[in-house]
């Protein structure tokens, strides 16, 4: 893929689609979507009724995540387990791919933001559908009328803070990796005087298993959790 630089730190521009900029973010996340696509396609084509092989772990992963979400959402909310599951993966899957040379699509504000609005929307949605329109905007109103404007605050806050808790942890990882990698490539070629970065190969191994793999997934797991307990909080 022929990558064409900006300036500054952030996604590169991909590709042109006449005027119209596709930077690394949304072809990364074209990418995912279309592995995940595949991935979907090829394990539930052929199933078997005594689950083996990948089949096995598939249904061990779709049991956990509708486990989770009756666990966090209740039973009467089990529906939600597929959306759960897709967000998780996708998130993920996005913040994992660094590991394959990828800027995760999570490193840029535009998609966390994006996934909190959606969640936000929902949030609304299901809590109007589940109390009404009245009975929801009610609970703005409690434990007293007075906090009204800190109770709406506080609903507005929830997807800007959804969204950049997501967004700085991974963005910081990037930065970190990057440093490191240029430092690396620096030291190379003042302690070795070779042009072929050395030390990039296997020491910054240690730290893309703690920011891409560990922190990576942790965020995943914490991004769905409070989607989970954002949209079954207003439906209560």
Known sequence: MNLVGIEGFGPRVAFY?????????????????????IFSFLVTRNLKREATGVQLVVETIVRTINNL?????GEKNAAFAPYVGTLMLLIGISNIIGLFGLRPPTADLNTTMCLSILTFVLT???GVKSKGLGGYAKGFLEPIPFLLPLNIIGELANPVSLGFRLFGNIVAGVIIMT???SALGSFTQLLLGLTVPLLQAGIPAVLHIYFDV????????IFTMLTMVFISGAME
């Not at 689609?17 to 696509?37: N, R, S």
């Not at 979400?69 to 959402?73: D, I, L, S």
């Not at 560990?214 to 797991?221: N, T």
């Open 69 to 73: 979400t009756k666990q966090n959402m």
């Open 124 to 126: 609304q949605f299901f």
């Open 17 to 37: 689609i006449g005027d119209i900029a596709v930077t690394e973010t949304v072809t990364v996340t074209w990418f995912i979507m279309l592995v995940l696509f």
């Open 179 to 181: 440093l490191l990698y």
């Open 214 to 221: 560990f922190a990576g997934l942790l965020q995943s797991f």
